[in-house]
């Protein structure tokens, strides 16, 4: 599977920005798809993900109520949807997917940077105060 993230860009607090993952080489409908980010000096952290059915969705403690994951299998497309976006939540941002396909796990499996084997390239997301 190919990743290939899009729609970072520089925001004010509170704004907001749509990430995209266009996936190729095989369906994204198929996997858990992740959002992972990492910051200056820092690891990459776990922001999001989705199950491969896209009928389950997790977030970091963070994130939770201003992020969303979400799926357009029409497209082989993920998204990250950020809104009330803030400062500490500047980083270069990557999409990623599950080694294996049509996998459902227990929650905190889909936490694990592990559990992904393909990656995309990350797209900078500057959130301004």
């Known amino acids: 599977v190919q990743l290939q993230a899009s729609g970072g860009g520089l925001v004010h607090t509170g704004g907001s920005l749509r990430l995209s993952c266009a996936a190729s080489g095989r369906s994204s409908s198929d996997y858990v798809m992740g959002w992972f980010r990492q910051a200056p000096g820092k690891e990459r952290e776990f922001v999001a993900a989705i199950s491969w059915s896209g009928g389950s969705t997790y977030y970091a403690d963070s994130v939770k109520g201003r992020f969303a994951v979400s799926k357009d299998n029409a497209y082989d497309a993920v998204y990250l949807q950020m809104n009330s976006l803030k400062p500490e939540d500047t980083a270069v941002y990557y999409c990623?997917?599950?080694?294996?396909?049509?996998?459902?796990?227990?929650?905190?499996?889909?936490?694990?940077?592990?559990?992904?084997?393909?990656w995309g390239q990350g797209t900078q997301v500057t959130v301004s105060s």
């Open positions: 990623a997917a599950d080694r294996n396909s049509r996998r459902t796990y227990t929650g905190p499996n889909y936490y694990a940077r592990g559990l992904y084997g393909y």
